[in-house]
């Protein structure tokens, strides 16, 4: 008897001609995710992606862990899979599956034959297994509304396979198959989770990361690597970008109003990060804000830094409360990371009485006083690409 | 009395590191003796063999050379893996299992290693006093006689404050505690020692139990040691093999302990160091007086920590200014997001003042040219960084 681990996908059966491709995408993100635990085969039949490994010591339980963050993964359950011969299904469930069986009170057992020359119909595979589990368990009661277990028996063109159960998947969307953004990452608790929601969507991301050194010091984009790691588990490879911002956070301190220089200082941030998206051919940008969370964050403060964008600015937390998000970085293991206490790009030049309801003419009249295009091209020449 | 000089190798420049109280450079006769202890003369002091003999022998006199330092018995002494663990074995080993119905007392300029372990006997019902700071960074000691009661099991006020090198007057609290109870059964005394040694005597005839750590003298980091006077009874936090007395079982880590004695040995007698570190504090201080955007915080005490502000630039900000340089200093632990440093602002200083604080603390490696160095960045610092309403 092998192992293998069955991969249920979601939303996609529901792309139409699109499957295809889609499906393509989530076999090779999960290989990549499960580069590390040797090359396992994978096969796709109908809604189910088979993976199967490639020696007898393979590590299931990391390979669950890794496959748990895959976009694009309805649930997924680890099977036994054996030759399509009655006899030899039903002895392995009741070896297979006796862990969770002596234990359990109800069970059920579910049947699916793909393939129709086999000769049971599924009701009778059904109740044949059921005989054959009640006659070694004979604790075990059947209970077809909610059992306690449901075992399932799948016919196969190849093979036969035995499991119980199903653990959810990330679900979502397979990264890569809805595109390429650049999220802005500053080390804070609500840019990963942005990032994170993003690529459930489907999109690939790279990140923008602003240094303000000597405000900010390495271990600031210490923190953001080790963030984007994080969410890497989810997102994939992401590229990072980290551009020096000291001198236009200097200039606009220098020569424009105080309580205009965090807006402004967020409009440069997304030109930069714009013009970066669009060197590499990234079609949006991604933030984490929040409306009203802080003076920056007001409906009036975003329409002004919306206007330097340029591009499309996806905000997936525009609607959530702090604890909301919280949640989110809590479950992605992010939140531990984004409280270190570092400076960061948003700190330190924050003004005492920042404008909260900022008028665009306003803003685009101060902006005027420094040579911003200057500062822009010089800031992106020096800016440091790590992969 | 210098070793040699701190070189960045990839751009041949000088490192001047003025981050002393955090930790220092392993001296030359420590660094040998832990790999000797590591390499050949690695037994265990327990095995019965000529190996495991002469690695006894070896330990003993390390706690002699050690206990002295502390003016104890070798038979006082007991290793720990650090300042950290010595300070937790006092105060949780004082409490033993009726923590709830004792009474503590200790001041608001403590390291976290003491104020966080009594937080967590708060925690378990046991009631402390926090002794208030003085503005020159001392523990007032005004109400403390009448902070001491009849349930107080222990009393612990550290021998110099690691932020502002402010030296407590541990022996007025010794002769107070005495007199209280005079001849009545009375609480513990412990002082953490970690920032004294070497630079002020410390003594168990004016302490009942004395932290001290290897890696604040040149010596190697994971090895401290407690002294315990004979008499103060202690309940144990690990159980097992009955090394150092039961109080502190484990396999003995000769390479930390040698290390740690060997560091000691290397030290210039007392006082020609704190006369070194005199010096360098006054020319600091005398450097620093030409910048009226400096305001100095420590008030002399030991003279090897040195805290000041650079008024409108915050810690971190002016840190990496000077790491940049390859200036090490450390920052006041004040931070936009994280804690601020809790002794200066047991000191009652103002916001700006926590907010802008740096600590420099020298060893005998540091000379007077770094302080040149220091200063000339700061003012250059000063120049160029963006400070609020200025620039």
């Known amino acids: 008897m092998k192992e293998v681990l069955l991969v249920k996908t979601g939303e996609l059966a529901l792309k139409g001609l699109n499957r295809g491709t889609f499906e393509e995408v989530l076999i090779k993100n999960i290989k990549r995710a499960l580069l590390g635990l040797g090359s396992v085969e994978i096969i796709k039949a109908q809604s189910t992606i088979y993976i199967e490994p490639p020696a007898e010591n393979f590590d299931f339980s ?24 009655i006899n030899t299904i039903l002895e392995t469930a009741c070896v297979y599956l006796a862990p969770i069986l002596k234990t359990a009170k109800t069970f059920k057992v579910e049947s699916k034959r793909a393939d129709k020359t086999f000769g049971l119909t599924s009701p009778e595979i059904s109740a044949r297994s059921g005989e054959a589990i009640l006659a070694e368990f004979p604790h075990l009661r059947v209970d077809v509304n909610e059992p306690e277990r449901r075992v399932t028996i799948e016919i196969r063109e190849r093979l036969a396979y035995i499991y119980e159960g199903k653990i959810p998947g990330a679900g979502g969307l397979p990264v890569g198959t809805g595109g390429y953004a650049a999220v802005l990452i500053s080390g804070g608790i609500d840019s990963p989770v942005a990032a994170w929601m993003m690529a459930k969507r489907g999109i690939k991301l790279m990140a923008v990361h602003f240094a303000s050194p000597p405000y900010t010091g390495e271990r600031a984009e210490m923190k953001v690597r080790a963030l984007l790691t994080r969410v890497g588990e989810y997102a994939g490879q992401i590229k990072l970008f980290i551009v020096p911002f000291t001198e236009i956070q200097e200039q606009i301190a220098k020569n424009c ?31 984490g804000e929040s409306a009203g969370q802080v003076a920056s964050q007001t409906l009036q403060a975003l329409v002004c830094t919306d206007d330097a964008a340029g591009l499309p600015v996806l905000r997936p937390l525009i609607g959530m409360d702090k604890e909301e998000i919280i949640r989110i970085a809590r479950k992605i293991d992010t939140f531990d990371i984004s409280v270190l206490p570092y400076e960061d790009c948003c700190s330190v030049f924050t003004p005492k009485h920042p404008r909260t309801r900022p008028k665009l003419e306003k803003v685009l009249e101060a902006e005027k006083k420094i040579d911003g295009e200057a500062l822009l091209v010089k800031a992106l020449a020096f800016t440091k690409i790590e992969n | 009395m210098f070793s040699e000089l701190i070189i960045n190798r990839r751009e041949c420049r000088l490192t001047v590191y003025l981050d002393n109280s955090a930790t220092t450079r392993v001296c030359p006769e420590a660094a040998e003796t832990v790999t000797r202890a590591l390499t050949s003369e690695f037994g265990n002091p327990s095995s019965l063999h000529s190996l495991g003999t002469r690695a006894y022998v070896r330990l003993e006199a390390a706690r002699r050379s050690l206990a002295a330092s502390a003016g104890a018995k070798p038979e006082e ?29 200790t001041s608001a300029g403590e390291h976290h290693s003491v104020l966080e372990a009594f937080k967590r006997l708060e925690h378990l019902g046991a009631e402390v006093t926090i002794l208030p700071l003085s503005s020159d960074g001392t523990v007032d000691l005004t109400g403390f006689p009448n902070a001491l009661k009849e349930n107080t099991a222990l009393i612990s006020v550290m021998a110099v404050n690691n932020e502002t090198g402010a030296v407590n007057n541990t022996e007025q609290i010794y002769k107070t505690i005495l007199a209280h109870y005079h001849g009545k059964k009375r609480p513990f005394f412990h002082t953490d020692g970690v920032q004294a040694l070497t630079k002020i005597p410390l003594s ?32 144990p936090m690990f159980f097992g093999g009955g090394q150092e007395r039961n109080l502190r079982p484990g396999t003995e880590n000769l390479p930390g302990i040698l290390g740690f004695a060997a560091a000691l040995e290397a030290c210039p007698p007392y006082p020609e160091q704190p006369r070194f570190f005199k010096y360098l504090y006054d020319y600091t201080c005398s450097l620093l007086s030409g910048f009226p955007f400096v305001k100095i915080n420590s008030a002399g005490g030991v003279y090897s920590i040195l805290n000041f502000s650079v008024l409108g630039i915050k810690s971190e900000t002016m840190l990496h200014f000077l790491a940049k340089k390859d200036i090490f200093v450390s920052s006041g632990s004040a931070c936009s997001k994280g804690k601020k440093s809790h002794v200066l602002a047991a000191m009652h200083l ?20 770094d302080i040149d160095v220091l200063c000339a960045a700061l003012q250059e610092g000063y120049e160029h960084i963006y400070r609020k309403g200025k620039l």
């Open chain 1, 62 to 85: 990391q390979a669950e862990n890794l496959i748990s963050k895959v976009f694009g993964i309805a649930a997924f359950s680890r099977a036994a899979a054996v030759s399509k011969d």
């Open chain 1, 257 to 287: 109003p105080e309580d205009l220089a965090t807006v402004l200082g967020r409009r440069f941030m997304m030109k930069a990060a714009a013009r970066l998206a669009r060197r590499e051919g990234a079609a949006a940008l991604i933030t």
């Open chain 2, 77 to 105: 002494m007991v290793f720990t893996s650090g300042g950290t663990e010595a300070n937790n074995l006092v105060i949780f080993g004082a409490a033993g299992s009726h923590a709830s119905k004792k009474h503590f007392v």
């Open chain 2, 204 to 235: 168990l005839a004016f302490a009942d139990m004395i932290t001290l750590s290897a890696h604040k003298i040149h010596g190697p980091k994971g090895s401290g040691a407690l002294a315990v006077k004979k008499g103060c009874q202690l309940s």
């Open chain 2, 350 to 369: 103002p916001e700006n003042v926590i907010d802008s604080a740096l600590r420099v603390s020298f060893s005998r490696e540091n000379k007077p040219e």
